[in-house]
């Protein structure tokens, strides 16, 4: 039997599989910036490449379609032209019975390995390191193939979306093709290969977050807002904004609930330069305020900030109460870490190491820092912030005394509210059984209450009449 028009065939077909894949691997890996500036240069293709990537759902569709019936023919190709002949090979050494079938797997088994290392792994690998020339070079045809097969994508992906929609999954097209995750993961990539640095990872993944950040977790508390009332003289507003050093100060109708502005310290300068005209208090000072809820994403906060050109908003509570105040350097503090001026002491630049897993910290910093320089796992998914992780636990700010344990990782405020001792608990195995112990303890007494409703609805047995004395039994008997 001639076999060398099948084998063409089938090194036709793993070449082509090795096309797609390494088209694959080059559109999606290709730099952005780098098409663009292709773009402005006036290529043709770089634009191409444009084009499919803005519509990468159906790019996908397109390859993954061809890719799936060229295997197809490969594997139905070889196994019906080589299984027979191999199988006559190995009849008079395993039987009859056994030789077709074991020729069979043999020679699927055999073209899948070829076909995954050929037509796979490879061209994808060589397609990683040249994603821009691989992609230059084949963004045509894949182009051309897209055109030529588009009725069999589309049917494909009716059928896809039908399946979908029985199961109740939305049938859309992403707008947000790679997630958080995904880009987080692709930043690593690049850190552990060198090209992102780690001042760089932390700015990417603060930005990726921000959207995930509510008020809460950023704010400075109500009990640490520094603020003005609004029958302050101005020379008493001069004396405090000169001893605290800050540039803007809340200015409020008896307490903090009531806040009518926002006092700027270059507006307080002003008409203390003009004694004659000055205001008798700083209530004619202040400029609007804007409020926002405790769960305002802090992305949003940053965007409506850059609009109105505003540096501070105060932060409601549900009940209309102000729970804090945020300013725009705590939002930009969670993109690219603390940033400290000036005014900023020694003390409150660096937390202090205790142990190496204890070490007291700023309320204010956030639990990255303390993960990564304690190296302890404290959760981060609702909350950014010692402050936040605090205010999430206990439902209010928090105060000297107050005391966290999460994960066997105690968190204790300091007396001056202002900082957190955060320690690992170590614990022995003795620790770790009383610790269960207490907490089956626990879950008995939740048990217990449970059941205690339960058991004031059942109606409580009569009591049984107690015996007469055995006199008493003989004269109702009439036995004298």
Known sequence: MDIAPELIVISCLIVASALLAAAETALISVSDVRIRALVERGSR????????????????????????????????IASTHFSQPFATFLKPLIGANFAYPVAFISVTTAIALISLILGELVPK?????????????LVRPINFLGKLIAPLVGFTSAIASLILFVFGSPTGESDEV???????????????????????????????????????????????????????????????????????LPVCEEDLDN?????????????LAQIMDQPPTVRELVRSVRYVSEDQPASEILRDMQKDRLHMVIVKDEFGGTAGLVTIEDVLEEIVGEIRD???????????????????????????????????????????????LFLEEMQRPPIAGDRLEIDDILLEVLEDSQRVMVSLIERTEEDEDERDREKERDREKEREKEREPERKQEPEPEPEPEPKPLSEEVNEQGIT
């Open 178 to 248: 790679t997630g958080i995750e995904e880009i987080k993961a692709t930043v690593d990539a690049a850190r552990t290969g060198g090209s992102v640095g780690e001042q760089e990872r932390r700015i990417i993944y603060g930005a990726v977050e921000l959207s995930h950040i509510p008020a809460r977790a950023i704010m400075v508390p109500r009990v640490q807002i520094q603020y003005l009332k609004d029958t302050t003289t101005l020379d008493e507003a001069y004396q405090i904004v000169s001893e605290n050093a800050h540039t803007r």
């Open 342 to 388: 000036e005014y900023d002491t020694e003390e409150e630049k660096e937390f202090h190491r205790i142990a190496e897993h204890q070490g007291i910290f700023k309320i204010r910093a956030s639990i990255s820092t303390v993960n990564n320089e304690l190296n302890v796992q404290l959760p981060r998914d609702e909350v950014a912030t010692l402050a936040g």
């Open 45 to 76: 293709r770089a634009r191409m490449i444009q084009r499919i990537a803005a519509d990468s759902t159906r790019f996908l569709s397109t390859i993954r379609v061809a890719a799936t019936f060229t295997s197809f023919f490969t594997a139905a």
């Open 125 to 137: 690998r060589f397609a990683m390191h040249h994603a821009e020339k691989v992609a230059m070079t």
């Open 259 to 271: 806040i009518i502005g926002i006092l700027y310290v270059k507006d307080l300068i002003r008409p």
